[in-house]
């Protein structure tokens, strides 16, 4: 199953809120508002500023502040900031893989990988705060095939 790390929910679901306010916020602020437990956040947002994703404020009146809109950081960013780079498989783009020689298949989950990166760099944070990421499933796909993305 396809499943992204809490880590990467819990810095989905804080950016968003910091997209919602205008002032700096600080992990605790955020902790609260959020339901996640502050050492957590502040874990999330320290990794999120090292990637230039927030940018953060030291002194009385610190703490964190989005780098970009909402409209301009997308799922993937958050993925690969958290979790680092998106890979389906070992193989991917080349990756060391212990059955290549029996497999037949080398190269081929490039073309997934690809897919399923293009499909999640699609979508910004904006689309998921708004709910207007739409279903891009074919007709007669099964609904569920890929199972849950994030649960925020």
């Known amino acids: 199953m396809l499943k992204l790390s809490k ?8 950016l968003v ?11 605790p602020v955020l902790s609260r508002s959020t339901g996640i ?14 990637q230039g994703i927030v940018i953060s404020q030291r002194g009385a009146r610190g ?5 970009r809109p909402l409209a301009q950081i997308s799922v993937a960013a958050v993925i690969q900031a958290i979790d680092g780079p998106i890979s389906l498989t070992t193989c991917v ?6 059955a290549r020689s ?3 298949l ?3 989950w490039d073309a997934v990988n690809g897919a399923i990166l293009d499909a999640l760099s699609s979508i910004s944070l904006s689309d998921m705060q708004n709910h207007t990421v739409t279903s891009r ?8 095939a890929l199972g849950p993305l994030a649960t925020a």
């Open 7 to 14: 880590l990467t929910d819990y810095a989905v679901v804080a």
């Open 17 to 27: 809120r910091l997209g919602q306010k205008e002032e700096v916020t600080t992990s």
């Open 37 to 50: 437990p502050e050492p957590t956040i502040a874990k999330v947002l320290k990794v999120l500023a090292a």
């Open 63 to 67: 703490g964190y502040r989005l780098a």
């Open 93 to 98: 783009d080349g990756g060391e893989c212990d």
């Open 102 to 104: 029996k497999c037949g």
């Open 106 to 108: 080398v190269g081929q």
């Open 137 to 144: 499933r074919a007709p007669d796909a099964p609904s569920a």
